[in-house]
């Protein structure tokens, strides 16, 4: 009989998740069954335990959640060349085709046929976990586990912030959720500066000042692009990154841009926005740049090398650690809250 072990699984199309016993699955061709060291909930995991309209029109339960991880290979599918078991690996979670006009233009972040782990198929919430090998991104044996777990959500933040010059750039970063954390940490390491943040949680103002914002505004009491011009002597930021999802920071952003100034955007907009494109865009001539996933693989390297650096501040934004899935629903629903930066489960109680 197969081993079983505790998994967070999706088990109905409604709100919430169960914490469910499931076989340790096997690897089949290809692939690689890892033992969870850390796995942390991304923004994806919370839409899909809330069951928003995104969820229900992608995800098929029943399905293991989550894709954001690091494990230790225990075994090797067939097929399998370039990895052993005892290596230590994260997991770039979109999988691609390889096949697509995109993927052979070397622009597999944006695959046409893109899979995910964890929303098209099982994902990592459990102490055992399948992944494919292509997919598979080894670490040096000294990394903390919470870190090379973050280092998925980190590119997108990576992407976000190093999509053009940033050392010694004023900046504007709207939104200070688990991602903006995670950009701010990027910008500073960079070398940007000042680095003003818009954020209207008290709580994740507190957060972002401790990971190294230089100014904090909330949004909801202060005007943020007034705030940018008395910092920045009327000039408007040299570089804007959007990472708030909401419209009317896209708006204030761009308001407060210096002309041929770059914009960044990671945020997903909840619905079509309205922007007065001729004055804020192309008479400004800004750069602007969509941000989706993580370059394959420039992106990881550069993401690795930072952490290794010693200069990404993580510590702050990794607010949450559980042993073992049982707090689960206490995790969602302080993430629901916005009262957590990144949380961390390391699925192995002992
Ligand atoms: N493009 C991609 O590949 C990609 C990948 C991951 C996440 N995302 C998106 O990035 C965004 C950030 O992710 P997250 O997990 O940090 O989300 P989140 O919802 O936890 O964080 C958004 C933050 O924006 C703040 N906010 C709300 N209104 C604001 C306003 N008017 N001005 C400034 N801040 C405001 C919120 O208080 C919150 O702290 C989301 O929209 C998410 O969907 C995109
Ligand atoms: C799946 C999504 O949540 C993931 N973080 C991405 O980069 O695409
Ligand atoms: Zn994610
Ligand atoms: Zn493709």
């Known amino acids: 009989m197969a081993e079983k072990m505790p998994a967070i699984m999706k088990t109905k199309p409604a709100y919430g998740a169960e914490l469910v016993e499931v076989d340790v699955p096997k690897p089949g061709p290809g692939e690689v069954l890892i033992r969870v060291l850390a796995t942390s909930i991304c923004g994806t995991d919370l839409h899909i335990y809330e069951w928003n309209e995104w969820a229900q029109s992608r995800i098929k339960p029943p399905q293991i959640m989550g894709h954001e991880v690091a494990g230790e290979v225990v075994e090797v599918g067939p097929g399998v060349e370039d990895l052993q078991e005892g290596d230590y690996i994260s997991a770039e979670t979109h999988i691609v085709c390889r096949k697509c006009y995109a993927c052979r233009h070397n622009r597999y972040h944006v695959c046409q046929n893109t899979k995910i782990f964890g929303v098209d198929m099982d994902g990592v919430f459990a102490t055992y976990a399948i992944v494919p090998a292509q997919n598979a991104w080894k670490n040096p044996k000294d990394m903390k586990p919470e870190y090379a777990a973050l280092q998925e959500?980190?590119?997108?933040?990576?992407?976000?912030?190093?999509?053009?010059?940033?050392?010694?750039?004023?900046?504007?970063?709207?939104?200070?959720?688990?991602?903006?954390?995670?950009?701010?940490?990027?910008?500073?390491?960079?070398?940007?500066?000042?680095?003003?943040?818009?954020?209207?949680?008290?709580?994740?103002?507190?957060?972002?000042?401790?990971?190294?914002?230089?100014?904090?505004?909330?949004?909801?009491?202060?005007?943020?692009?007034?705030?940018?011009?008395?910092?920045?002597?009327?000039?408007?930021?040299?570089?804007?990154?959007?990472?708030?999802?909401?419209?009317?920071?896209?708006?204030?952003?761009?308001?407060?841009?210096?002309?041929?100034?770059?914009?960044?955007?990671?945020?997903?907009?909840?619905?079509?926005?309205?922007?007065?494109?001729?004055?804020?865009?192309?008479?400004?001539?800004?750069?602007?740049?969509?941000?989706?996933?993580?370059?394959?693989?420039?992106?990881?390297?550069?993401?690795?090398?930072?952490?290794?650096?010693?200069?990404?501040?993580?510590?702050?934004?990794?607010?949450?650690?559980?042993?073992g899935f049982d707090k689960y629903e206490e995790a969602f629903e302080l993430m629901r809250a916005g009262k957590t930066g990144k949380v961390v489960f390391f699925p192995h109680k002992g």
């Open 153 to 323: 959500p980190l590119g997108n933040a990576v992407d976000t912030v190093l999509a053009g010059p940033i050392a010694g750039r004023s900046t504007l970063i709207t939104g200070a959720g688990p991602l903006g954390l995670l950009g701010i940490a990027v910008a500073k390491a960079a070398g940007a500066y000042p680095v003003i943040v818009s954020e209207p949680s008290e709580f994740r103002r507190k957060l972002a000042k401790k990971v190294g914002a230089d100014y904090v505004l909330n949004p909801f009491e202060e005007d943020p692009v007034e705030v940018v011009m008395s910092i920045t002597d009327g000039a408007g930021v040299e570089v804007f990154l959007e990472f708030s999802g909401a419209p009317k920071a896209l708006e204030q952003g761009l308001k407060a841009t210096t002309p041929g100034g770059r914009v960044s955007l990671l945020g997903l907009f909840p619905r079509d926005v309205t922007l007065d494109f001729n004055n804020l865009i192309i008479f400004k001539a800004l750069e602007v740049h969509g941000i989706t996933g993580r370059h394959l693989w420039e992106t990881w390297y550069t993401v690795s090398s930072l952490i290794q650096s010693g200069k990404l501040n993580l510590d702050p934004i990794i607010t949450h650690k559980y042993k």
